[in-house]
């Protein structure tokens, strides 16, 4: 912006091929910094998936113990199914509880 205001004083001054290193500088910062924005939030998501996942997976995992060990036999399975869809839920939620922490740790 300061060259196209400044154009007439550059081209009387000669000073074109400085200010071209110097808009070069500030380009190259630019993208420098977008490049670790990127970088940052393309962790930030694949850790964000990953905890979904794996946060899924540990759920069933925890509900198959109980499951397999006989608690819920005399349960229907419909009423199993509830159990199964409550649990997952508050799992879930706790899950996205601690994300929302780690992100306002991580944005701080």
Known sequence: MLIRINSE??????GSRREGIKANESLNQLI?????LYFRQF?????INLYDYLGSILSYLILAIPIFAGV?????????SVIISQVN????????SER???????KS
């Open 43 to 47: 962790i930030l998501n694949i850790c």
């Open 32 to 36: 420098l910094i977008q490049n670790r």
């Open 72 to 80: 819920y036999d005399s349960l229907s399975p419909t009423d199993l």
């Open 100 to 106: 929302c922490k780690i992100a306002v740790t991580l």
């Open 9 to 14: 004083s550059i081209a009387f001054q000669e």
């Open 89 to 96: 839920s508050q799992f879930k939620k706790h899950a996205f």
